[in-house]
């Protein structure tokens, strides 16, 4: 009784952040997605316990690494995509359609943010999507269906039909440059919220984890929600070891939207 009643505590308390605040920034991790039944990266069952990442400077320097890395993408090995959205990402959402939030800083791949609802302007993702891919050249665009047959088929990997060059999906891979356009909005946003809200995220990744950092440092409130304890905690203004849904409920129900 003692711990629903501080939980319960706890959840209003950031609904008063929540109705509080003029500007949030949600950044999430794949904590909000796994209640969409993908799983997390590093804990026992995630998705590096079960298969080692290929190196970015792998992909570019040796064939089988690149047939791999497509085996892995048309088999679905990781379990990023063809998932539905869940009661967090419809929450996040609502925040962005009320416009309490002006966007989410996300370290997920998956596309579920741009899915729930939220615009894909006002999704920054700093660790790129896994629903398509892109030549590593000249930036085209490219669906993940164009080279299945192929690649399936014929064993084709997958190159720029524009310029040749290697086509890879448009996540970030150990090894790779992160993105400059989308870490230099992600700042800009940071430094510019009241409320820094974190939805499950381990925050032991950099350089993503500074976000929070940076939000508090410019003068935000910093509110963490994540089943464990995070580096970053004894920074926060609020932490709830909680599930993201029943956290965000009480907060997203007071908007009337």
Same mark, same amino acid.
């Given at each position: 009784?003692?711990?629903?009643?501080?939980?319960?505590?706890?959840?209003?308390?950031?609904?008063?952040?929540?109705?509080?605040?003029?500007?949030?920034?949600?950044?999430?991790?794949?904590?909000?997605?796994?209640?969409?039944?993908?799983?997390?990266?590093?804990?026992?069952?995630?998705?590096?316990?079960?298969?080692?990442?290929?190196?970015?400077?792998?992909?570019? +320097? &040796? @064939?089988?690494? /690149?047939?791999?890395?497509?085996?892995? $993408?048309?088999?679905?090995?990781?379990?990023? #995509?063809?998932? *539905?959205?869940?009661?967090?990402?419809?929450?996040?959402?609502?925040?962005?359609?009320?416009?309490?939030?002006?966007?989410?800083?996300?370290?997920?791949?998956?596309?579920?943010?741009?899915?729930?609802?939220?615009?894909?302007?006002?999704?920054?993702?700093?660790?790129?999507?896994?629903?398509?891919?892109?030549?590593?050249?000249?930036?085209?665009?490219?669906?993940?269906?164009?080279?299945?047959?192929?690649?399936?088929?014929?064993?084709?990997?997958?190159?720029?039909?524009?310029?040749?060059?290697?086509?890879?999906?448009?996540?970030?891979?150990?090894?790779?440059?992160?993105?400059?356009?989308?870490?230099?909005? +992600? &700042? @800009?946003?940071? /430094?510019?919220?009241?409320?820094?809200? $974190?939805?499950?995220?381990?925050?032991?990744? #950099?350089?993503? *984890?500074?976000?929070?950092?940076?939000?508090?440092?410019?003068?935000?409130?910093?509110?963490?929600?994540?089943?464990?304890?995070?580096?970053?905690?004894?920074?926060?203004?609020?932490?709830?070891?909680?599930?993201?849904?029943?956290?965000?409920?009480?907060?997203?129900?007071?908007?009337?939207?």
């Amino acid at each position: 009784m003692r711990y629903l009643t501080r939980m319960n505590f706890l959840r209003d308390e950031l609904a008063r952040f929540v109705a509080e605040a003029r500007r949030i920034v949600v950044f999430t991790g794949a904590g909000i997605s796994t209640d969409s039944g993908i799983p997390d990266f590093r804990s026992p069952g995630g998705v590096w316990s079960k298969m080692q990442p290929i190196m970015f400077q792998d992909f570019l +320097a &040796d @064939e089988d690494a /690149r047939r791999e890395a497509w085996r892995r $993408v048309y088999a679905g090995a990781a379990g990023w #995509t063809g998932k *539905a959205p869940n009661e967090g990402h419809f929450a996040v959402a609502r925040l962005i359609a009320a416009g309490r939030a002006s966007s989410v800083i996300t370290q997920n791949v998956d596309n579920l943010h741009q899915e729930s609802g939220v615009p894909a302007e006002q999704v920054i993702e700093l660790h790129g999507n896994a629903s398509y891919a892109g030549c590593l050249d000249c930036g085209r665009r490219y669906e993940l269906d164009e080279f299945r047959a192929a690649y399936l088929d014929h064993g084709v990997i997958p190159s720029c039909r524009v310029c040749g060059g290697w086509v890879k999906t448009a996540t970030i891979s150990f090894g790779q440059p992160m993105p400059e356009l989308p870490m230099l909005r +992600a &700042d @800009e946003e940071t /430094r510019a919220c009241d409320l820094f809200l $974190v939805l499950g995220s381990s925050l032991v990744v #950099t350089p993503a *984890a500074n976000f929070p950092i940076i939000a508090k440092r410019a003068g935000a409130r910093l509110a963490i929600v994540n089943r464990e304890d995070t580096p970053l905690d004894r920074l926060a203004d609020l932490v709830l070891h909680d599930e993201i849904a029943p956290a965000l409920r009480v907060a997203v129900a007071a908007l009337g939207t």
